[in-house]
C-alpha cells in the first residue's frame, strides 16, 4: 500500500511531526506571519481554545492553573468504587464526565496537534495543549483499572441535570456514581475510542515525554484488544440515556481505533485490521457506497476513517469516499438531498443540535484532505472553503457576530455554562449577567438554515451550550489556519477578573425595647472566584456601650441570647476597643455548609437579642452595626462576615491609633 506521506505506511508517525515542512518546504520561520489576505487573528483564538479546556477541568487543580475562576472540583469521584476517579473534563456546561465523547475529544485534540504542531509551536500554545492533552490522558489512565476493566463515566446526567450549580459544589449537591464496563458488560465503542486517544496522544508525547508515551500506548493496545474480543453497545452497559447513546454502533470504533494503533505502532497488522473492518462500515440504504451525509463527530468515527486511510494508503476507494462525503459541505453540491442544508449565505446546517461543531469538524476535513488530492484546483477549493466555514464562526456573517467567547468585537454572553455564569441559587436567571468570560468555547449555533437564527440565550441549550467535543476539530481547523496565515496570541492572557459580592451580610430590625435591640441577619455565600463552599463562616455584629458604662455598668453585665438560628452559637459581648467601649457579638455558623448551590444552602439566618441592664441607658444608635438596620431586609455593609477567621465582607470600626 502507498502512503501519501512518506511512500511506506511505517513512516506515517515519524511523519505526522514532518507534515508541514512537506506542505511548506523551506519556510518554517514565516508559517506564523499574516498572509495579505488574513481577516482573523487565527493565534488568539487557537490560544483562547486553549483556555476553555482549562476552564473544563475537575479534580484538583495544579497551583500554577491560569483561571482565577476555577478551583477543586469533584474531588470524591471513584470513592463509591473505592477508587480516585479524579480529574478528566466536564463534558460541557454540565458537570458529568462521559468518557466516551471525552476520548474523542482527546483524539481529535492530538489529531489537531500533529497535523499542525508549528502552528502551536510558534504562537506559544505547545505548552498549554500539552497540558490539556494530559490531563485528560491520566484520567483515561485511571480508568483502566484492568486489561478488560475501563471506567466509563462518573456522575448520572439525569440527576446532575437537576442541579444549575457550579462545578466546585457540585460534589455537595450531587451523587456522582461511577458506571464501568469489562467482559461481562462490554463497550466496544468507548474502549476503541479510548484505545484511539491513548494512542494518538502517544504520538504527541514520543518526544518530549518517550516514557508517558509507552504507557499511553501499552494501556491503548490492551483497551483495543478488550474492544475487539468482547464486543457489544457501551450504552447498553452505562446510564448515557439521550445524551451520548452510540446511534451510529461500534464498528466506526473498531476501524478508527484500529487507524490510530496502526500509526502509533508501525504494526501493519492494525492497518490490516482497518482494512478489513471498513468494508463492514454502514452504507447508503440499498446501495454499496459508503454512508456520507453525517459527519465526522463523537458518534461516528467513519468519515474520519475515510480521510486518514486515503491518506496513509492513497487507495482511490478511500479518496472517493471521502470526496463524496466533503462534496456535501459546498453549496453547488448539495443535489441528492444528503447532508446539510444551507442558510442564505452558504453556511451549513446538519443538526439543530451542535450545528456549528460539525460544520468545523467538516472544515477540519477539508483541510486534511487538501494535502491528499493530487488536483491543484481542488486542492485550492477544499482548503478556501474550509477557511469560509471558519471565518463565519469568528465573526463573518449576517449576524456581525463571533460565535466563539471572548473573541472579536461581539460574541456570545450568555452561554449555558454554569460554572462560567456563577450561580448561587440554582437559577439561570441569578445573577442575569453571566460572571466569567468563557474564553475560546464555541457555542451550538443555528438551529435552522437561517443566518439570523441564533440567539444569544442561557436558557437556550441549541443555541448557547459549549461542549468539549465543539471545540476539538475546531481547535484543529483553527490551528491550520494559523499554520497557513498567521496571527499573534494575546499577551498578559487572560486578564484578570475582578471579584464582586461573593460574601454579604443583609440584616433588619427585628424587635426593639428600651433595653434591647433585636437583629435578624441574613449572610451569603454567593462565592464564584472560584465558588467556595464553607462550613467556617461567621458574623460580627458591633456596637457601643458607652452609655452603660457611664452608669457604672461593665460588658458582663449584658447579655445575649439566640432567639432563632439552628445549630449556632452565640457569643456573649467581645472587646473590640475596650477603652472606647466597642464590642461585637459573634455568630459562628462552623459545621454548616454554606455555598452557591441553592436558595437554602446559598444563606443563612441569625436571630439575637442583645439585653442591657435595666438602667444601662440603652442607647442603640451609636452602634456601629445599628447604622445599618431598618425595618426592611438589607444590605448591611457594617455588619462583618469571616470565612475561618479572615474577613471576607463588611467594614469594622476603625482601631484608636494614638491615647
Not at 506515517?12 to 499574516?34: C, M, R, W, Y
Not at 448515557?240 to 497488522?269: C, H, P
Request: hydrophobic share 35%; net charge negative; glycine share 8%.
Amino acid at each position: 500500500m502507498k502512503s501519501s506521506w512518506s511512500g511506506s505506511p511505517r513512516g506515517v508517525p515519524v511523519l505526522f511531526a514532518l507534515i508541514f515542512s512537506q506542505t511548506h518546504p523551506g519556510n518554517l520561520e514565516a508559517a506564523l506571519k499574516p498572509s495579505p489576505g488574513r481577516s482573523h487573528n487565527y493565534a488568539e483564538v487557537l490560544q483562547k481554545s486553549m483556555f476553555f479546556y482549562e476552564a473544563q477541568r475537575a479534580g484538583y487543580l495544579p497551583e500554577d492553573h491560569r483561571i482565577s475562576w476555577r478551583g477543586d472540583s469533584a474531588i470524591w469521584d471513584g470513592a463509591d468504587v473505592g477508587l480516585d476517579l479524579t480529574g478528566g473534563w466536564f463534558d460541557a456546561g454540565d458537570h458529568v464526565k462521559f468518557n466516551f465523547p471525552m476520548a474523542f475529544t482527546a483524539t481529535a485534540l492530538a489529531w489537531g496537534y500533529l497535523e499542525s504542531p508549528t502552528a502551536y509551536q510558534q504562537s506559544g500554545q505547545e505548552r498549554y495543549l500539552l497540558d490539556n492533552l494530559r490531563w485528560v490522558t491520566d484520567y483515561l489512565l485511571k480508568c483502566h483499572t484492568a486489561p478488560n476493566e475501563l471506567y466509563a463515566q462518573v456522575g448520572n446526567g439525569d440527576e446532575d441535570h437537576c442541579y444549575w450549580v457550579p462545578a466546585e459544589v457540585i460534589h455537595i449537591r450531587s451523587a456522582r456514581p461511577a458506571y464501568k464496563i469489562d467482559a461481562a458488560h462490554p463497550g466496544t465503542e468507548l474502549a476503541a475510542e479510548t484505545a484511539a486517544a491513548l494512542a494518538s496522544a502517544s504520538l504527541v508525547f514520543k518526544a518530549s515525554d518517550p516514557a508517558y508515551s509507552r504507557t499511553l500506548l501499552e494501556h491503548a493496545v490492551s483497551l483495543y484488544s478488550f474492544a475487539d474480543t468482547y464486543r457489544g453497545e457501551y450504552s447498553k452497559v452505562v446510564p448515557v440515556g439521550a445524551f451520548y447513546k452510540s446511534w451510529s454502533g461500534y464498528q466506526d470504533e473498531l476501524v478508527w481505533g484500529a487507524i490510530w494503533l496502526y500509526l502509533a505502532t508501525q504494526d501493519l497488522r492494525y492497518l490490516d485490521k482497518a482494512v478489513a473492518e471498513y468494508e463492514l462500515l454502514s452504507n447508503e440504504q440499498q446501495t454499496s457506497v459508503k454512508s456520507y451525509g453525517w459527519t465526522l463527530c463523537w458518534d461516528d468515527k467513519s468519515y474520519g476513517a475515510y480521510v486518514l486511510l486515503a491518506k496513509i494508503t492513497g487507495q482511490e476507494k478511500y479518496k472517493q469516499d471521502a470526496e463524496r462525503h466533503l462534496e456535501q459541505w459546498f453549496v453547488s453540491s448539495a443535489s441528492d438531498g444528503k447532508g446539510p442544508q444551507f442558510t442564505p449565505a452558504g453556511f451549513p446546517i446538519l443538526s439543530p443540535w451542535g450545528n456549528f461543531r460539525y460544520a468545523a469538524n467538516s472544515a477540519f476535513l477539508l483541510q486534511v484532505y487538501s494535502d491528499i488530492t493530487e488536483d491543484p484546483l481542488k486542492r485550492d477549493r477544499y482548503r478556501a472553503r474550509a477557511r469560509e466555514i471558519i471565518d463565519y464562526l469568528l465573526g463573518d456573517n449576517p449576524q456581525k457576530t463571533s460565535y466563539v467567547i471572548g473573541y472579536g468585537k461581539r460574541y456570545p454572553m450568555y452561554p449555558h455554562h454554569r460554572t462560567a455564569h456563577g450561580p448561587y441559587d440554582r437559577n439561570e436567571d441569578a445573577p442575569v449577567e453571566t460572571r466569567h468570560v468563557l474564553y475560546g468555547a464555541l457555542v451550538g449555533g443555528h438551529k435552522i438554515a437561517d443566518d439570523l437564527d441564533w440567539t444569544d440565550s442561557r436558557h437556550d441549550y441549541y443555541w448557547n451550550e459549549v461542549a468539549t467535543d465543539y471545540n476539538a476539530l475546531f481547535t484543529g481547523a483553527v490551528a491550520r489556519l494559523t499554520r497557513d496565515h498567521g496571527g499573534t496570541a494575546l499577551p498578559g492572557f487572560p486578564p484578570e477578573e475582578i471579584p464582586s459580592d461573593e460574601f454579604f451580610a443583609e440584616s433588619k430590625l427585628n424587635a426593639s425595647g428600651k433595653n434591647f435591640t433585636e437583629p435578624a441577619i441574613w449572610i451569603h455565600n454567593h462565592s464564584a472566584w472560584p465558588a467556595h463552599p464553607s462550613d467556617q463562616l461567621s458574623l460580627r455584629y458591633f456596637i457601643d456601650i458607652s452609655e452603660g458604662v457611664r452608669r457604672g455598668f461593665a460588658a458582663s453585665a449584658y447579655t445575649v441570647r439566640l432567639n432563632y438560628g439552628p445549630g449556632l452559637t452565640v457569643s456573649q459581648l467581645l472587646p473590640w476597643d475596650e477603652r472606647r467601649n466597642l464590642y461585637y457579638v459573634e455568630v459562628s455558623f462552623f459545621g454548616q455548609w454554606i455555598y452557591p448551590g441553592g436558595q437554602s444552602e446559598c444563606r443563612r439566618e441569625a436571630q439575637f437579642r442583645i439585653l442591657a441592664p435595666e438602667k444601662a441607658a440603652w442607647d442603640p444608635t451609636n452602634d456601629w452595626s445599628y447604622a445599618g438596620l431598618s425595618s426592611t431586609l438589607t444590605r448591611n455593609e457594617r455588619i462583618a462576615v469571616y470565612d475561618a477567621g479572615q474577613r471576607v465582607f463588611g467594614q469594622v470600626p476603625p482601631l484608636a491609633t494614638s491615647w
